[in-house]
């Protein structure tokens, strides 16, 4: 197994990419602590870990507040007396406006969680990792973060920065053995996805599947990636499989964006 015996964190977990990630890291045989501020949307994911066998504690926890982060690492070293991966894949979005347009205050908001939020968990778990001399952290990106499409400005900037982010760990947590690395996506194939391409083919007055081919176009593999897929990266990065590997940004996304 990829993961077996390593305790992971894993934040932001929900029906899409966090349930993902965890369900994959289970199978390879890592001990898990899940995070996310909605309790139903984390206890969903938790039956269906203890369902599978897999060892999991759940932590409700608002990243945005440093002393929540601290008890979310603290119940992991209790539970499990280390921590080996840090997948910070809480985001927030924020108001679709364009720059000129937009609150100030949102631009904030948006920070805390998507550059505040991981700068906190990656402080935290950091001495667990130095001390072993062994660390894995994977911060789930989007290709916004290279290729800002319009209205998303405060996101694709606090992204950016949550990139240069990663660089930075692994230039300066490299020589204690701890990795860094992003992952970049696009469009996740699920139930959002699937809903906004239903409601855009009928304000098009098309098929879906031909609405859909419409909108991947551009994809060189001409299609989006399924959320399993697009975990399948992120245990990838988390794994030994990935030992050489520090300060790089993987884009998952069909070849929408490249990572820079």
Not at 184 to 194: A, F, H, I, S, Y
Request: overall charge negative; aromatic content about 4%; some cysteine.
């Amino acid at each position: 197994m990829l993961l077996e015996d390593k305790v992971a964190i894993v934040t932001g977990i929900g029906p899409a990419m966090g349930r993902s990630i965890a369900l994959a890291f289970a199978r390879e045989g890592a001990k898990l602590a899940l995070c996310a501020r909605r309790k139903d949307r984390l206890q969903a994911v938790v039956d269906e870990v203890e369902a599978a066998g897999g060892e999991v504690l759940a932590v409700p926890t608002d990243i945005t507040d440093r002393a929540a982060c601290q008890r979310l690492v603290d119940a992991t070293l209790e539970r499990f007396g280390r921590i080996d991966v840090l997948v910070q894949n809480g985001h927030y979005d924020g108001d679709y406006k364009v720059v000129t347009d937009s609150d100030p205050d949102d631009w904030r908001a948006i920070m805390e969680v998507n550059l505040f939020g991981a700068l906190h968990l990656v402080q935290l778990v950091a001495p667990s990792m130095r001390s072993r001399r062994d660390g894995r952290i994977v911060l789930i990106n989007t290709g916004a973060s290279t290729d800002p499409p319009p209205t998303l400005g405060a996101y694709a900037a606090s992204k950016a920065a949550l990139a240069s982010l990663a660089r930075t760990i692994a230039v300066e947590l490299g020589p204690d053995g701890i990795r860094a690395n992003g992952v970049q996506l696009g469009p996740v194939k699920g139930e959002n996805w699937d809903g906004w391409i239903a409601a855009g083919a009928k304000e098009a007055g098309m098929s879906e599947p031909d609405f859909e081919a419409l909108q991947c176009r551009d994809v060189p593999l001409r299609s989006v990636p399924t959320a399993d897929e697009c975990a399948g990266a992120v245990l990838f990065l988390a794994s030994d499989l990935a030992r050489p590997i520090t300060g790089q940004s993987l884009a998952v996304n069909g070849g929408r964006w490249f990572a820079a």
